[in-house]
């Protein structure tokens, strides 16, 4: 967003607006996967993005508890 947004003011406003449309289902986030907050985890995380050639459709979330 850095290149669209010039103030505080417009990112708190479009940041409002990109949670709203999430919230109503209106945008769909799809997630890969989701992996946690271990050495473990991230290993794998790091694994799946590389062995899918950064193929991989949708977000790779880690799940900080």
Not at 36 to 41: D, I, L, N
Request: aromatic share 10%; glycine share 8%.
């Amino acid at each position: 967003m850095s290149n669209y947004v010039y103030t505080p003011e417009e990112a708190a406003h479009y940041g409002r607006v990109l949670f709203e449309l999430v919230e109503k289902e209106e945008l769909k986030i799809k997630i890969y996967d989701e992996y946690p907050f271990t050495a473990e985890g991230v290993r794998q995380a790091q694994t799946d993005l590389t062995a899918a050639g950064g193929k991989t459709t949708g977000k790779l979330v880690i799940k900080v508890a």
